[in-house]
Protein backbone atom coordinates (compact mmCIF):
# COMPACT_ATOMS: atom_id res chain seq x y z
CA UNK A 1 0.00 0.00 0.00
CA UNK A 2 1.18 3.72 -0.93
CA UNK A 3 0.61 6.19 1.96
CA UNK A 4 -0.03 9.40 0.84
CA UNK A 5 1.12 12.09 3.70
CA UNK A 6 -1.33 15.39 4.31
CA UNK A 7 0.30 18.90 3.57
CA UNK A 8 2.06 19.30 6.84
CA UNK A 9 3.48 15.58 7.04
CA UNK A 10 4.87 16.01 3.31
CA UNK A 11 6.34 19.25 5.14
CA UNK A 12 8.85 17.24 7.49
CA UNK A 13 10.14 14.86 4.77
CA UNK A 14 11.00 18.09 2.71
CA UNK A 15 13.16 18.71 6.05
CA UNK A 16 14.57 15.18 6.50
CA UNK A 17 15.68 14.79 3.02
CA UNK A 18 17.46 18.14 3.05
CA UNK A 19 20.04 16.13 4.94
CA UNK A 20 19.65 12.67 4.42
CA UNK A 21 18.45 11.53 0.73
CA UNK A 22 18.25 7.84 1.37
CA UNK A 23 14.95 6.19 -0.10
CA UNK A 24 12.66 5.65 2.23
CA UNK A 25 8.66 4.00 3.75
CA UNK A 26 5.71 5.31 4.72
CA UNK A 27 3.42 3.21 7.30
CA UNK A 28 0.41 4.52 8.77
CA UNK A 29 -0.39 3.32 12.01
CA UNK A 30 -3.88 1.77 12.33
CA UNK A 31 -5.37 0.71 15.51
CA UNK A 32 -4.95 -3.25 15.03
CA UNK A 33 -1.53 -2.47 14.33
CA UNK A 34 -1.09 -0.52 17.80
CA UNK A 35 -2.91 -3.18 19.68
CA UNK A 36 -1.24 -6.31 17.89
CA UNK A 37 2.15 -4.79 17.33
CA UNK A 38 1.98 -6.62 14.26
CA UNK A 39 2.76 -3.58 11.46
CA UNK A 40 2.72 -4.33 7.74
CA UNK A 41 5.67 -4.98 6.15
CA UNK A 42 4.44 -3.40 2.82
CA UNK A 43 6.41 -3.67 -0.63
CA UNK A 44 8.07 -0.46 -0.10
CA UNK A 45 9.77 -1.45 3.21
CA UNK A 46 10.48 -4.75 2.01
CA UNK A 47 12.49 -3.05 -1.05
CA UNK A 48 14.27 -0.71 1.29
CA UNK A 49 15.36 -3.52 3.62
CA UNK A 50 16.84 -5.83 1.03
CA UNK A 51 18.53 -3.55 -0.66
CA UNK A 52 20.21 -2.50 2.54
CA UNK A 53 20.80 -6.09 3.16
CA UNK A 54 19.37 -6.23 6.52
CA UNK A 55 15.60 -8.49 5.57
CA UNK A 56 14.98 -10.78 3.04
CA UNK A 57 11.55 -11.26 3.68
CA UNK A 58 11.30 -14.76 0.84
CA UNK A 59 13.91 -16.47 2.83
CA UNK A 60 12.32 -16.18 6.08
CA UNK A 61 10.55 -19.49 7.58
CA UNK A 62 6.90 -18.46 9.21
CA UNK A 63 6.47 -17.41 12.61
CA UNK A 64 7.60 -14.87 14.76
CA UNK A 65 10.51 -16.84 16.24
CA UNK A 66 12.23 -17.13 12.99
CA UNK A 67 12.13 -13.37 12.70
CA UNK A 68 15.12 -11.08 12.21
CA UNK A 69 15.49 -8.12 14.91
CA UNK A 70 17.63 -4.85 14.57
CA UNK A 71 17.99 -2.17 17.18
CA UNK A 72 16.27 1.01 15.33
CA UNK A 73 16.57 4.88 16.43
CA UNK A 74 13.34 6.42 17.15
CA UNK A 75 14.19 10.47 16.39
CA UNK A 76 11.60 12.60 18.14
CA UNK A 77 11.29 16.29 19.41
CA UNK A 78 13.97 16.70 21.60
CA UNK A 79 15.21 13.06 22.07
CA UNK A 80 16.60 9.99 20.50
CA UNK A 81 15.74 6.48 21.95
CA UNK A 82 17.06 2.76 20.40
CA UNK A 83 14.25 0.85 19.91
CA UNK A 84 13.70 -3.30 18.81
CA UNK A 85 12.08 -4.16 15.41
CA UNK A 86 11.73 -7.52 14.63
CA UNK A 87 10.88 -8.69 10.94
CA UNK A 88 8.70 -11.40 10.52
CA UNK A 89 6.23 -13.60 8.28
CA UNK A 90 2.99 -14.46 9.90
CA UNK A 91 2.38 -18.30 10.56
CA UNK A 92 -0.69 -18.32 8.35
CA UNK A 93 -1.22 -19.46 4.76
CA UNK A 94 -1.02 -16.13 3.32
CA UNK A 95 2.35 -16.01 5.01
CA UNK A 96 1.83 -12.09 5.66
CA UNK A 97 5.00 -9.64 5.89
CA UNK A 98 4.73 -7.63 9.55
CA UNK A 99 6.89 -6.34 11.99
CA UNK A 100 6.67 -4.95 15.38
CA UNK A 101 8.12 -2.16 17.64
CA UNK A 102 9.04 -2.64 21.01
CA UNK A 103 6.68 -1.27 23.35
CA UNK A 104 4.59 0.27 21.28
CA UNK A 105 1.52 0.43 23.82
CA UNK A 106 3.51 2.09 26.44
CA UNK A 107 4.73 5.02 23.61
CA UNK A 108 0.84 5.31 22.78
CA UNK A 109 0.36 5.79 26.21
CA UNK A 110 2.93 8.42 26.38
CA UNK A 111 1.58 10.17 23.35
CA UNK A 112 4.55 9.27 21.04
CA UNK A 113 2.33 7.21 18.44
CA UNK A 114 -1.23 7.59 17.76
CA UNK A 115 -3.78 5.81 15.62
CA UNK A 116 -3.50 7.73 12.07
CA UNK A 117 -0.16 8.79 12.68
CA UNK A 118 2.72 8.58 9.69
CA UNK A 119 5.69 6.65 10.26
CA UNK A 120 8.71 7.76 8.29
CA UNK A 121 11.34 4.54 8.13
CA UNK A 122 14.69 5.05 6.46
CA UNK A 123 18.42 3.38 6.74
CA UNK A 124 21.81 5.43 6.58
CA UNK A 125 25.14 3.97 6.56
CA UNK A 126 27.23 4.96 10.23
CA UNK A 127 30.88 5.93 9.98
CA UNK A 128 31.12 2.71 10.71
CA UNK A 129 30.06 1.63 7.54
CA UNK A 130 26.67 -0.72 9.13
CA UNK A 131 23.19 0.51 7.88
CA UNK A 132 21.07 1.99 10.84
CA UNK A 133 17.30 1.70 10.47
CA UNK A 134 15.81 5.00 11.97
CA UNK A 135 12.26 6.17 12.56
CA UNK A 136 10.64 9.35 12.47
CA UNK A 137 6.98 9.97 13.49
CA UNK A 138 5.71 12.60 10.93
CA UNK A 139 2.83 13.88 12.65
CA UNK A 140 3.29 13.94 16.49
CA UNK A 141 6.07 15.16 18.71
CA UNK A 142 7.99 15.83 14.43
CA UNK A 143 11.95 16.35 16.11
CA UNK A 144 13.93 19.68 15.05
CA UNK A 145 16.46 20.07 12.53
CA UNK A 146 18.83 19.96 15.23
CA UNK A 147 17.65 16.78 16.67
CA UNK A 148 17.89 15.41 12.93
CA UNK A 149 21.36 16.56 12.94
CA UNK A 150 22.39 15.20 16.38
CA UNK A 151 21.15 11.81 15.86
CA UNK A 152 21.48 10.80 11.86
CA UNK A 153 24.17 13.62 10.65
CA UNK A 154 24.19 14.19 7.18
CA UNK A 155 24.41 12.12 4.04
CA UNK A 156 27.58 12.74 1.52
CA UNK A 157 25.34 15.20 -0.48
CA UNK A 158 24.45 17.69 1.54
CA UNK A 159 27.71 17.54 3.44
CA UNK A 160 29.41 18.52 0.04
CA UNK A 161 26.99 20.90 -0.08
CA UNK A 162 27.82 22.95 3.06
CA UNK A 163 31.48 22.67 2.03
CA UNK A 164 30.79 24.69 -1.47
CA UNK A 165 28.56 26.73 0.18
CA UNK A 166 30.82 29.57 1.20
CA UNK A 167 32.71 29.94 -2.19
CA UNK A 168 28.85 29.89 -3.79
CA UNK A 169 27.72 32.84 -1.57
CA UNK A 170 31.70 34.52 -2.48
CA UNK A 171 30.70 33.95 -6.12
CA UNK A 172 27.32 35.05 -6.04
CA UNK A 173 28.61 38.22 -4.01
CA UNK A 174 31.35 39.83 -6.39
CA UNK A 175 29.30 41.03 -8.96
CA UNK A 176 30.52 40.45 -12.79
CA UNK A 177 33.13 37.80 -12.92
CA UNK A 178 35.43 37.52 -16.09
CA UNK A 179 34.99 34.29 -18.29
CA UNK A 180 37.47 31.75 -17.29
CA UNK A 181 38.70 31.32 -21.30
CA UNK A 182 39.66 34.90 -21.37
CA UNK A 183 38.78 37.48 -24.15
CA UNK A 184 36.93 36.65 -26.95
CA UNK A 185 33.11 35.60 -27.72
CA UNK A 186 31.10 34.38 -25.34
CA UNK A 187 30.20 31.22 -26.28
CA UNK A 188 27.06 29.17 -24.70
CA UNK A 189 29.17 26.68 -22.86
CA UNK A 190 31.19 29.88 -21.22
CA UNK A 191 28.88 30.61 -18.31
CA UNK A 192 29.41 27.06 -16.84
CA UNK A 193 32.77 26.57 -17.70
CA UNK A 194 33.38 29.51 -15.39
CA UNK A 195 31.29 28.69 -12.67
CA UNK A 196 32.90 25.23 -12.65
CA UNK A 197 36.48 27.16 -12.88
CA UNK A 198 35.39 29.53 -9.70
CA UNK A 199 34.43 26.15 -7.97
CA UNK A 200 37.54 24.53 -8.13
CA UNK A 201 36.33 21.90 -11.04
CA UNK A 202 38.31 20.62 -13.37
CA UNK A 203 36.41 20.81 -16.79
CA UNK A 204 35.78 17.50 -18.04
CA UNK A 205 33.58 15.15 -20.09
CA UNK A 206 32.35 13.02 -17.11
CA UNK A 207 29.66 10.68 -17.45
CA UNK A 208 28.65 11.06 -13.97
CA UNK A 209 27.84 14.31 -11.49
CA UNK A 210 30.05 17.19 -12.32
CA UNK A 211 31.06 17.93 -8.61
CA UNK A 212 32.83 15.01 -6.76
CA UNK A 213 30.33 12.40 -8.65
CA UNK A 214 27.54 13.80 -6.15
CA UNK A 215 26.34 17.00 -7.46
CA UNK A 216 25.53 18.13 -11.26
CA UNK A 217 26.25 22.11 -11.93
CA UNK A 218 24.13 23.79 -14.42
CA UNK A 219 24.10 26.94 -15.32
CA UNK A 220 23.06 28.91 -18.02
CA UNK A 221 22.26 32.87 -19.03
CA UNK A 222 19.24 32.22 -20.84
CA UNK A 223 16.15 30.97 -18.91
CA UNK A 224 14.03 30.57 -21.91
CA UNK A 225 16.06 27.84 -23.58
CA UNK A 226 15.86 24.07 -22.44
CA UNK A 227 17.90 22.28 -19.41
CA UNK A 228 20.24 19.68 -20.38
CA UNK A 229 19.97 17.23 -18.07
CA UNK A 230 22.10 14.53 -19.72
CA UNK A 231 23.89 12.74 -23.09
CA UNK A 232 23.47 9.47 -24.25
CA UNK A 233 23.94 8.02 -27.61
CA UNK A 234 20.31 5.51 -28.13
CA UNK A 235 21.12 1.80 -28.91
CA UNK A 236 20.86 0.37 -32.77
CA UNK A 237 20.83 -2.93 -32.59
CA UNK A 238 18.25 -4.85 -34.94
CA UNK A 239 17.77 -1.31 -36.90
CA UNK A 240 18.29 -0.55 -40.77
CA UNK A 241 21.33 1.68 -39.04
CA UNK A 242 22.79 -1.45 -38.08
CA UNK A 243 22.15 -3.28 -40.89
CA UNK A 244 24.19 -0.63 -43.02
CA UNK A 245 27.11 0.20 -40.19
CA UNK A 246 27.83 -3.06 -38.98
CA UNK A 247 30.72 -1.16 -36.29
CA UNK A 248 28.90 -0.20 -33.50
CA UNK A 249 31.50 3.27 -32.50
CA UNK A 250 30.28 4.70 -36.67
CA UNK A 251 26.63 4.11 -36.26
CA UNK A 252 25.88 7.51 -34.69
CA UNK A 253 27.48 8.77 -37.90
CA UNK A 254 25.57 6.34 -40.18
CA UNK A 255 22.39 7.70 -38.57
CA UNK A 256 22.94 11.22 -39.51
CA UNK A 257 23.88 10.05 -42.98
CA UNK A 258 21.10 7.82 -43.61
CA UNK A 259 18.25 10.12 -42.16
CA UNK A 260 20.07 13.53 -42.46
CA UNK A 261 19.63 16.46 -45.28
CA UNK A 262 21.50 18.12 -47.45
CA UNK A 263 24.18 20.29 -45.38
CA UNK A 264 24.00 24.32 -46.27
CA UNK A 265 27.15 25.11 -44.18
CA UNK A 266 28.70 21.97 -44.93
CA UNK A 267 28.88 21.44 -48.99
CA UNK A 268 28.81 17.65 -49.59
CA UNK A 269 27.61 16.45 -46.26
CA UNK A 270 24.72 15.28 -44.67
CA UNK A 271 23.31 17.53 -41.63
CA UNK A 272 21.04 16.36 -38.98
CA UNK A 273 19.75 19.40 -36.37
CA UNK A 274 17.01 18.56 -34.96
CA UNK A 275 14.51 17.63 -31.88
CA UNK A 276 12.44 14.71 -31.46
CA UNK A 277 9.52 15.06 -29.26
CA UNK A 278 7.07 12.64 -28.48
CA UNK A 279 3.75 11.97 -31.91
CA UNK A 280 1.53 15.34 -30.53
CA UNK A 281 4.47 17.30 -30.34
CA UNK A 282 7.79 16.17 -32.48
CA UNK A 283 9.51 19.61 -32.94
CA UNK A 284 10.50 18.58 -36.34
CA UNK A 285 10.17 18.17 -40.04
CA UNK A 286 12.02 15.00 -40.57
CA UNK A 287 9.24 12.44 -39.00
CA UNK A 288 10.89 11.59 -36.18
CA UNK A 289 9.09 11.52 -32.97
CA UNK A 290 9.95 9.53 -29.68
CA UNK A 291 7.22 6.65 -28.09
CA UNK A 292 7.64 5.48 -25.02
CA UNK A 293 7.16 1.37 -24.76
CA UNK A 294 6.08 0.44 -21.47
CA UNK A 295 5.99 -2.81 -22.18
CA UNK A 296 9.61 -3.59 -24.08
CA UNK A 297 10.47 -1.30 -21.57
CA UNK A 298 12.11 0.78 -24.40
CA UNK A 299 11.99 4.64 -25.62
CA UNK A 300 12.21 4.43 -29.29
CA UNK A 301 12.88 6.84 -32.22
CA UNK A 302 10.48 6.50 -34.52
CA UNK A 303 10.88 7.67 -38.29
CA UNK A 304 8.17 7.72 -40.87
CA UNK A 305 9.22 7.59 -44.37
CA UNK A 306 7.84 10.75 -45.92
CA UNK A 307 7.01 8.80 -49.27
CA UNK A 308 5.37 5.50 -47.71
CA UNK A 309 4.09 6.73 -44.91
CA UNK A 310 5.69 3.38 -42.87
CA UNK A 311 7.29 4.24 -39.27
CA UNK A 312 10.22 1.99 -38.14
CA UNK A 313 12.44 2.09 -35.39
CA UNK A 314 15.38 4.20 -36.06
CA UNK A 315 17.02 3.93 -32.66
CA UNK A 316 16.32 3.15 -29.06
CA UNK A 317 17.21 3.01 -25.43
CA UNK A 318 16.35 0.55 -22.68
CA UNK A 319 14.73 2.02 -19.68
CA UNK A 320 17.74 0.48 -17.87
CA UNK A 321 20.15 2.64 -19.68
CA UNK A 322 17.97 5.80 -19.53
CA UNK A 323 17.30 5.40 -15.38
CA UNK A 324 21.27 4.35 -14.92
CA UNK A 325 22.42 7.29 -16.60
CA UNK A 326 19.55 10.09 -15.15
CA UNK A 327 20.39 9.20 -11.48
CA UNK A 328 24.14 8.96 -12.26
CA UNK A 329 24.49 12.83 -14.00
CA UNK A 330 21.24 13.89 -11.51
CA UNK A 331 21.66 12.44 -7.54
CA UNK A 332 21.48 16.33 -6.93
CA UNK A 333 21.66 19.11 -8.72
CA UNK A 334 22.89 23.30 -8.96
CA UNK A 335 20.20 25.32 -11.15
CA UNK A 336 22.25 28.54 -11.60
CA UNK A 337 21.10 31.47 -13.43
CA UNK A 338 23.47 34.35 -14.52
CA UNK A 339 23.70 37.89 -16.45
CA UNK A 340 26.17 38.00 -19.36
CA UNK A 341 28.11 40.98 -20.71
CA UNK A 342 30.76 42.04 -22.50
CA UNK A 343 33.47 45.32 -22.01
CA UNK A 344 36.62 46.07 -24.18
CA UNK A 345 36.34 42.34 -25.42
CA UNK A 346 36.02 40.28 -22.39
CA UNK A 347 33.02 38.56 -21.56
CA UNK A 348 31.79 38.62 -17.91
CA UNK A 349 29.12 37.03 -16.04
CA UNK A 350 26.75 37.27 -13.03
CA UNK A 351 25.24 34.50 -11.06
CA UNK A 352 22.59 35.49 -9.02
CA UNK A 353 20.31 33.26 -8.32
CA UNK A 354 20.82 29.23 -7.36
CA UNK A 355 18.79 26.63 -6.87
CA UNK A 356 19.05 22.84 -5.43
CA UNK A 357 16.89 19.97 -6.30
CA UNK A 358 17.92 16.36 -5.63
CA UNK A 359 17.32 12.72 -7.14
CA UNK A 360 14.65 13.02 -9.79
CA UNK A 361 11.98 10.42 -10.60
CA UNK A 362 12.58 7.89 -13.57
CA UNK A 363 8.42 7.20 -13.62
CA UNK A 364 7.64 11.17 -14.11
CA UNK A 365 10.71 11.04 -16.47
CA UNK A 366 9.13 8.85 -18.80
CA UNK A 367 5.64 10.71 -18.29
CA UNK A 368 7.31 14.06 -19.34
CA UNK A 369 8.44 12.05 -22.72
CA UNK A 370 5.18 10.97 -23.37
CA UNK A 371 3.78 14.21 -22.82
CA UNK A 372 6.10 16.07 -25.04
CA UNK A 373 8.16 18.08 -21.83
CA UNK A 374 11.20 15.99 -22.52
CA UNK A 375 12.79 15.91 -25.77
CA UNK A 376 15.79 14.72 -27.55
CA UNK A 377 18.26 17.11 -29.24
CA UNK A 378 20.30 15.49 -32.36
CA UNK A 379 23.18 17.33 -33.27
CA UNK A 380 25.57 16.46 -35.80
CA UNK A 381 27.13 15.97 -39.42
CA UNK A 382 28.82 13.55 -41.71
CA UNK A 383 30.21 12.67 -45.33
CA UNK A 384 27.30 11.21 -47.18
CA UNK A 385 29.36 8.04 -48.45
CA UNK A 386 32.62 7.00 -47.82
CA UNK A 387 34.85 7.33 -44.70
CA UNK A 388 32.66 9.17 -41.42
CA UNK A 389 34.13 12.96 -41.43
CA UNK A 390 32.39 15.36 -39.50
CA UNK A 391 31.03 16.48 -36.34
CA UNK A 392 28.89 15.25 -33.28
CA UNK A 393 27.89 17.79 -30.97
CA UNK A 394 26.65 15.35 -28.19
CA UNK A 395 22.83 14.53 -28.67
CA UNK A 396 21.08 15.10 -25.44
CA UNK A 397 18.16 14.95 -23.72
CA UNK A 398 16.62 18.11 -22.49
CA UNK A 399 13.69 19.52 -20.28
CA UNK A 400 11.39 22.57 -20.17
CA UNK A 401 12.82 24.95 -16.98
CA UNK A 402 9.42 24.97 -15.85
CA UNK A 403 8.92 21.19 -15.66
CA UNK A 404 12.03 20.81 -13.25
CA UNK A 405 9.68 20.57 -10.52
CA UNK A 406 7.58 17.60 -12.23
CA UNK A 407 10.92 15.64 -12.68
CA UNK A 408 12.75 16.39 -9.26
CA UNK A 409 10.35 17.09 -6.62
CA UNK A 410 10.48 19.83 -4.26
CA UNK A 411 13.45 22.72 -5.74
CA UNK A 412 14.96 24.48 -2.70
CA UNK A 413 16.21 28.33 -3.54
CA UNK A 414 19.35 28.72 -1.95
CA UNK A 415 19.69 31.71 0.12
CA UNK A 416 23.19 33.05 0.26
Not at 29 to 41: E, G, P, R, V, Y
Not at 97 to 110: A, D, G, L, P, V
Request: hydrophobic share 35%.
Amino acid sequence: MIFTPYSDEANVINMIRRFRNEDYALIRLTHTMIDKNNLDANGILRDLLFDWELVDYDQLENGGSHGISYDALFIQDGKTESVKLKFYKVANDRSDRRFSIETIKQRMEKGEINEGDLLYISVYRQSTGYPLIYLINLTHNIPSENDLLNAIGVDAITNLFYKIRPRLQKIVNSGFIDNSKGPGHIDPKDVGDTLEFLLGITTNNRTDADCQGLIEIKSKGSSGTLDTLFTLRPRFEGTRVADYEPKDRYRVSAFTRLYGYDSDAHSGYNSLYITIGSIEAPHNNQGFYLNVNDEAKRVNIIWTDPKTGNREVAAYWSFNDLRQQLYLKHPSTLWVKAESREINGMGQFKYDEIEFSREPQFTTFLSLIKEGIITYDWRGYTTKTGPYSGKNHGNAWRIKPTARTYLFGEIERVKL
